[in-house]
């Protein structure tokens, strides 16, 4: 059984620009969920893609998107980076409707905005 | 909205020795679901434990169990014959149980760092 990978580990922008960070989500799964982890607190929830779509979405600007393709693996796209947008971007993947639908964490990027 | 509070920022504890960690929760839902995380300085979150709020029996995984006060809105995290490899930052989370959307979401606390002192 092959777990949640997240690429890239590390990613170093500048204030303004465009950023994609790709999830693969563990065999089995349909659903994928994102999260910021902002320094020293708990990961806040960006938004989750089930079936390809939107299934929910915390509380974070328009700018803040993402896709979901047919093999269930994901993107979190950031438009207009800004300074406070530096974190740790946790992707978590879970199978709806397959009983146990716990979500399982890959092991981040690590995003610096400069 | 739910809210998550790791009232612990950190704790420190004995190899071989008994810790718990402290978490208490708001909710006006009956039914939802109460997770341990592990996040060591891999960054990745491990699941520890789950419970579901309907079940009156405290789940156990090998030395880690949880005591479930619904009433209290309090669930704690006991580890047990505490290893050098438990020291990670441990959060609590909570989970709607009503499906849909934003329900599906994790709300996370602020977590606590713990230490196992050899």
């Known amino acids: 059984e092959t777990g949640v990978t997240q690429s890239p580990t590390h990613l170093i922008k500048t204030r303004g620009q465009q950023v994609t960070l790709r999830c693969s989500s563990q065999s089995g799964h349909n659903t994928v969920s994102w999260y910021q982890q902002a320094l020293g607190q708990g990961p806040q929830f960006i938004f989750q893609y089930y079936r390809e779509e939107e299934n929910g979405r915390g509380n974070f600007p328009p700018r803040f998107s993402g896709l979901q393709f047919p093999n269930y693996s994901s993107e979190l796209n950031v438009n207009a980076l800004e300074l406070d947008d530096s974190a740790l971007y946790l992707c978590a993947s879970s199978l709806i409707g397959g009983g146990t639908d716990t979500q399982y964490f890959g092991p981040g990027t690590r995003l610096t905005v400069l | 909205a739910q809210t998550v509070t790791q009232s612990q920022p950190e704790m420190s504890v004995q190899e071989a020795e008994t810790v718990t960690l402290s978490c208490t929760y708001d909710?006006?839902?009956?039914?939802?679901?109460l997770f341990w995380y592990k996040q060591p300085p891999s960054r990745q979150m491990i699941l520890v434990i789950r419970q579901e709020a309907y079940k009156q029996q405290n789940a156990t995984e090998n030395r880690f169990s949880v005591n479930f006060q619904k009433a209290a809105k309090s669930f704690s995290l006991k580890i047990s014959d505490s290893q050098l490899g438990d020291a990670a930052m441990y959060f609590c989370a909570y989970r709607s149980a009503y499906g849909g959307g934003s329900n599906y979401k994790l709300t996370f606390g602020k977590g606590t760092l713990l230490t196992v002192n050899p």
């Open positions: 909710t006006s839902e009956s039914d939802y679901y």
